[in-house]
């Protein structure tokens, strides 16, 4: 393919058409986090779903027709320093160069508009080679793998994970979007463990090697609330970007639906800064319902959430 007929350009909603050629590929669209579109409507939504505030979007066009998408989430926060960028082409023109043409276009773009990040990264299953070949050829380095997730285990807490649990839950990093405060002590992380981990309807340690190194739960509601209940989870900074907390949450729903028979959804409210998070549920399989305004009181702050769900048919 002559590089030159390869442009980048704002997505639109003219759009939609195309992008339904390949986006409604499952071979294009098993490596990235969105589903596989099937309508021209749900192309519309997705186009306008790509332009929220916290990504950076481009359709990778040939003669201004989309062939394909780049995409950059830019962090807020303590991640504002960073972005992370995903991409698809057509099936069509994969081996051509196309992908590789277009990331290297995107790259210089994304740090002009974006001065504050310094560092951008992008994830890719082992397996996906291609995907591999084409950030390397576009300047990327490769770095450590993810966790294997078989490593990864979640369990009860126990009094002996006191210390551990302070590594994390002594960080105002891991605590910022969470309700409770930061702990300080051992004492303060044995009572944190006997009082709101162990008598918890559904609690657990997420562990590497039996070492906490981080917590998911889910709060099943009651009377007429009995049909969902709430998820929240947490790890430690020394394990963010790993794909820890995705594999932790898929291990866990299905756990809560079966330890729970009356439920009927699983839910999790996330801050509408907090990026990281919000991709979490989205790679383990929950769907985003919505914007929750004026929501959550935390912290002196009434905050703006998302909410997400997965159903019990979901998990299956």
Not at 78 to 106: D, F, L
Not at 162 to 179: H, I, P, Q, S
Not at 244 to 270: G, N, S
Request: proline share 4%; charged share 25%; with cysteine.
């Amino acid at each position: 393919m002559d590089p030159s007929r390869i442009t980048l350009r704002p997505i639109k909603p003219s759009d939609a058409h195309d992008m339904l050629s390949w986006a409604s590929d499952e071979r294009v669209m098993k490596s990235v986090r969105w589903k596989a579109l099937s309508t021209k409507e749900e192309a519309s939504i997705f186009i306008d779903e790509i332009s929220g505030p916290h990504r950076w979007g481009r359709s990778i066009c040939i003669d201004d027709r989309s062939i394909g998408l780049v995409t950059v989430y830019v962090g807020s926060g303590n991640e504002r320093c960073r972005g992370e960028m995903s991409y698809a082409i057509g099936v069509e023109h994969w081996g051509k160069g196309v992908a590789t043409v277009a990331v290297k276009m995107a790259v210089p773009k994304v740090f002009e508009a974006f001065p504050q990040i310094l560092r951008l990264q992008a994830k890719t299953t082992s397996e996906n080679k291609a995907s591999q070949r084409v950030l390397v050829k576009a300047g990327f380095t490769k770095e450590a793998r993810s966790m294997d997730p078989s490593q990864i285990t979640l369990r009860p807490f126990k009094p002996s994970d006191a210390e551990d649990l302070l590594t994390w839950a002594g960080d105002d990093r891991v605590t910022k979007y969470g309700r409770w405060k930061t702990l300080e002590t051992k004492e303060e992380a044995l009572v944190f463990i006997d009082q709101l981990c162990i008598p918890h309807p559904w609690r657990r340690s997420i562990c590497i090697d039996d070492r906490s190194v981080g917590f998911v739960s889910a709060l099943p509601g009651s009377g007429d609330e009995r049909c969902r209940a709430d998820m929240g989870y947490a790890v430690a900074v020394g394990n963010w970007g790993k794909g820890i907390a995705t594999a932790a949450v898929k291990m866990a729903v299905p756990q809560v639906f079966d330890e729970f028979p009356q439920l009927c959804r699983v839910q999790a409210f996330v801050n509408v800064e907090n990026t990281a998070s919000q991709r979490v549920l989205e790679k383990a399989g929950f769907t985003k319902d919505g914007l929750m305004r004026k929501y959550f009181y935390l912290k002196g702050e009434i905050q703006d959430v998302f909410v997400f769900s997965i159903l019990s048919h979901d998990s299956d």
